[in-house]
């Protein structure tokens, strides 16, 4: 990727703006056309089998090549109704480029910034890709307007399903909206996958949180089935004292923040430590980097073979200059006379046996503590699940995993179905955007099957 290096010194609001711009340019038109005739339009390309939501690569490419690039938006989307972000935000060296058989030639073709390209056209264009099907009469509540939401309400439409989807906060769109970089993936691309699924004839009820604004048992008794597709909540406490120190930050809750302005200004000079070793941990010190901080610490009980972040990930993270401190354990977060952290003590690990997820288990290591000075903790180790929520709909659960069928994506209750990161665990897959995007539409599909009957393709 072409990374834009940012501003390190005298940063203004000007410079924090622009520190949050896209960081990745889109294709010129030549550039994109040069790139899809590298393509060999492989028969049975492996690419395909390597896209979670089976995208026709080579189709979409082609079209690009020829300059239809309605055509290939049009083919992108089809198999991913978050297609546009995706493209910013697929580990495409793990995917389709990963399974590129140009690789074995030269460098893969750059599929992500084709699939980015012919999205961006479709956006700038108003383009409108998709009509409803013909009204089957059955009612389907979606709870939850993420990239699992979104895409089984807009296939759900597409099959003559009457949708609504119900969504906590005021702009659907969940993790893509909120919840990634903007430098990375701007809101209005997230914002105009929402519009395209509005413009279905989906209805979607922002500011509407299941269990406070509407009962579950209404859900439950009002609609011919239910779609579940809620995501995690927030990042839990690390469980040692001082944890209620002001600068104290939630890194999911930080992120948004970033999202819409104003931009904060206060982490301009500061210290920054990030606890935990994910891509939301990498996601909250690049932005720390972005918002002025002058030296960024991730922590991580774990060395660099256990973190779970993308490779991709891990190496922007180091371009910007984040410092990496492995085998580290905060025990004490130490607060100055007004309550705000000044420091943070830690102490260093060992790694012995593996635990239950197979990584080797961290245990501290005897008079290795020491005391590092900083301003502001981010908590990143993970999120807790919606139990509540999902025990008011009398759900079967794992410690907040839901348990479905991995063919139908039915839960416990046959007219309730689940996808994305409220099933992720248990053995199914990886929370990945794209993946919750595939398990949106299977449960449209599997509805489909119960209410109507077979069918293997949707209406254009």
């Known amino acids: 990727m072409n990374f834009n290096r940012i501003k390190t010194q005298a940063i203004s609001l000007t410079d924090l703006a622009q520190n949050f711009k896209e960081i990745e340019p889109d294709l010129t038109e030549k550039e994109a056309i040069d790139e899809a005739n590298r393509c060999l339009y492989c028969y049975d390309a492996p690419c395909i089998q390597a896209c979670p939501t089976g995208i026709d690569i080579p189709s979409f490419i082609k079209k690009i090549a020829s300059g239809n690039l309605r055509g290939s938006a049009r083919v992108i989307m089809e198999s991913n109704p978050v297609g546009a972000s995706c493209s ?40 409108e890709l998709f009509e409803a099907g013909k009204d089957n009469g059955k009612t389907v ?31 659907a769109g969940g993790l893509d909206t909120y919840g990634i970089v903007s430098f990375r993936l701007p809101q209005e691309v997230s914002l105009w996958e929402v519009e395209q699924v509005e413009k279905l004839g989906v209805e979607i009820r922002t500011n509407t949180m299941v269990g406070r604004d509407i009962s579950a048992e209404e859900i439950v008794s009002g609609y011919d089935a239910v779609v579940l597709a809620i995501g995690m909540s927030a990042v839990p406490m690390l469980g040692i004292e001082g944890e209620d120190a002001v600068g104290m930050l939630d890194a999911i809750e930080f992120v948004e923040s970033t999202k819409t302005p104003p931009l904060d200004e206060s982490f301009i000079g500061k210290k920054v430590a990030v606890i935990g070793a994910g891509n939301t941990a990498i996601d909250a010190a690049t932005c720390s ?15 660099e073979a256990e973190m779970t972040a993308y490779e991709f990930e891990y190496e922007f993270a180091k371009l910007d200059k984040v410092e990496f401190r492995w085998l580290t354990q905060p025990v004490r977060v130490m607060k100055d006379n007004e309550g705000k952290v000044n420091a943070l003590d830690c102490i260093k690990m060992e790694l012995g046996e593996p635990d239950e997820d197979g990584r080797r288990r961290p245990t501290p290591v005897e008079g290795t503590e020491f005391t590092m000075e900083v301003d502001v ?54 929370a990945m955007v794209v993946a919750a995007a595939q398990q949106g539409k299977e449960t449209a599909y599997s509805i489909y099957k119960q209410l109507i009957g077979d069918k293997e393709t949707v209406s254009a």
Not at 90 to 114: D, Y
Not at 394 to 423: C, M, R, W, Y
Request: with cysteine.
């Open 88 to 127: 910013r935000v697929c580990p495409v060296e793990e995917l389709c480029e990963g399974a590129c058989v140009v690789n074995e030639l030269s460098l893969p073709i750059m599929i992500g910034n084709l699939q980015r390209h012919a999205t961006n056209w479709a956006i700038k264009n108003k383009a």
């Open 141 to 171: 509540a979606v709870i939850g307007g993420g990239p699992a939401g979104l895409s089984a309400a807009r296939e759900l439409a597409r099959l003559g399903f009457r949708v609504t989807v119900f969504e906590a906060k005021d702009k």
């Open 289 to 303: 980097v972005r918002l002025g901080a002058s030296d960024v610490k991730i922590l991580y009980r774990r060395t």
């Open 377 to 430: 903790v981010i908590k990143a180790i993970g999120q807790s699940r919606y139990i509540q929520l999902i025990e008011q709909l009398g759900l079967e659960h794992n410690n907040g995993t839901v348990k479905v069928n991995p063919e139908t994506l039915q839960t416990s209750n046959p007219n309730i179905f689940a996808a994305g990161d409220v099933i992720f665990g248990d053995n199914q897959g990886e």
